[in-house]
């Protein structure tokens, strides 16, 4: 085999391993629920495009989107920790999302709901003038109506 021939052959072989591993890696991706950039979680909520699960809502959502935005008592600073609160479409159940914790569906009553983490008690309270959620009784966030 001169040598001419012999290289084109190299080339040849190295082409067709290179397309088998691009078909390869395609297969991959294509057939794994997320991508390599891609984080979905185990109800198959993208995390990296920014949803999350809500069971109050039984759907993935952007809380940022859906949910009610409460403000910090107490703070005019806009870099705060953020709180949220999505509710169920008949209002009797919520998720809260507080700063480091998620609490899912609560079951919401008419006047206030209440539950407990760890050593601390909180409540939520529905009031005609605003939402307020306290924390071992004092009030850390608020919604106006």
Request: aromatic share 14%; net charge positive.
């Amino acid at each position: 085999m001169d040598g001419k021939k012999a290289y084109s052959t190299f080339n040849g072989v190295m082409l067709g391993f290179l397309i088998l591993i691009a078909l390869s890696l395609a297969a991959v991706i294509f057939f794994t629920k997320s991508s390599v950039f891609s984080k979905v979680d185990e109800h198959g909520c993208n995390n990296s495009a920014g949803y999350t699960f809500s069971y109050a809502k039984n759907k993935c959502i952007k809380v940022y989107e859906e949910a009610l935005q409460f403000i910090r008592t107490g703070s005019n600073n806009p870099n705060d920790l953020k709180a949220f609160i999505v509710f169920s479409d008949d209002n009797k159940s919520a998720d809260m999302f507080l700063p480091g914790r998620i609490y899912a569906l609560l079951k919401v009553k008419d006047n206030n709901t209440q539950w407990h983490d760890n050593s601390s008690s909180y409540i939520l309270y529905n009031l005609p003038e605003k939402l307020s959620l306290t924390k071992d009784k004092q009030e850390i966030y608020y919604i106006n109506r």
